[in-house]
């Protein structure tokens, strides 16, 4: 897969996934989306494990996922 072709279903994802299509995913968007995924695959994640993850790719500390920090999560 191209790289192109690969920012376009990255850029699509983050758009499903910002449901107040702010152009930042909140807590509460990233919470609900990383349940969903690891539910599907019988692994459940505790809220602070969600939290740590989170943290962990929020550069800027404003507690939301931009496009850039998605990247890094995924």
Same mark, same amino acid.
């Given at each position: 897969? &191209? !790289? &192109?072709?690969? +920012?376009?279903?990255? *850029? =699509?994802?983050? #758009? #499903? $996934? !910002?449901?107040?299509?702010? @152009?930042? $995913? %909140?807590? =509460?968007?990233?919470? &609900?989306? $990383?349940?969903?995924?690891? /539910? %599907?695959?019988? $692994?459940? *994640? /505790? !809220? &602070?494990?969600? =939290?740590? *993850?989170? %943290? /962990?790719? !929020?550069?800027? @500390?404003?507690? +939301?996922?931009?496009? =850039?920090?998605?990247?890094? *999560?995924?």
């Amino acid at each position: 897969m &191209a !790289d &192109a072709e690969k +920012k376009v279903q990255i *850029l =699509e994802q983050f #758009k #499903k $996934l !910002d449901k107040d299509q702010s @152009g930042q $995913l %909140n807590k =509460e968007e990233i919470k &609900a989306a $990383l349940k969903e995924i690891y /539910s %599907n695959i019988d $692994l459940h *994640l /505790s !809220d &602070a494990d969600i =939290e740590n *993850l989170i %943290n /962990s790719v !929020d550069k800027n @500390g404003d507690g +939301k996922i931009n496009i =850039e920090e998605f990247v890094q *999560l995924i």
